[in-house]
């Protein structure tokens, strides 16, 4: 399957079988989601590598995921994934805590979500607005994905548990880098 990523190693999670393709994993993730939609946490950075971190944890069930992935070129990404084995906390601040989801918005609030001048006044209204599992659009409605909290801090300092995986992460990323890309790995004279 083509797709996000290209490749992937995946080990056993506890709530599925062992796959080889990080789309199955999305698509797991994507089940979840409809299942409970609300909790879900999402965080980007980089790891002192360079390589991008992932960290999508549900904080109700203290369950998350790591994915440690590169791109190759514009178009093609290879990534693994990894769960986290336990989320105690999330050190997030309180004013930004926001469960990362879809949410319908009508044409009022998508424009103060465009012509917002403080980000407090965008926190406030995706507050009151629960994500969901849309069913279907009305007209007038629109789709809202998010929030995603990008961080310049490693993620590994806001989610406690990921950095008990970050190592074998890397080291599998590298190796399927190596057999894919090996041209990166390459000394220059």
Do not use: C
């Amino acid at each position: 399957m083509e797709g996000r990523f290209n490749s992937a190693v995946l080990l056993t999670l506890s709530w599925w079988k062992l796959t080889s393709n990080i789309e199955e994993f999305f698509e797991k993730l994507a089940e979840r989601y409809r299942i409970s939609p609300r909790g879900w946490r999402i965080i980007l950075g980089r790891d002192f590598r360079g390589y991008q971190d992932i960290v999508i944890v549900h904080e109700k069930e203290r369950t998350g995921w790591k994915i440690k992935r590169e791109y190759v070129n514009p178009l093609e990404d290879i990534g693994v994934v990894r769960e986290i084995p336990s989320i105690e906390r999330v050190n997030i601040p309180r004013e930004l805590r926001l469960d990362a989801g879809v949410r319908v918005v009508n044409e009022d609030q998508l424009k103060v979500l465009f012509t917002a001048e403080k980000a407090a006044d965008i926190v406030k209204l995706l507050k009151r607005i629960p994500p969901t599992v849309p069913k279907g659009i009305k007209p007038g409605s629109y789709l809202v994905g998010g929030p995603i909290i990008y961080t310049g801090r490693r993620v590994d300092e806001l989610i406690p548990g990921a950095r008990e995986v970050d190592e074998e992460l890397r080291e599998e990323l590298e190796e399927l880098l190596r057999r894919r890309r090996p041209e990166r790995f390459l000394r220059y004279l």
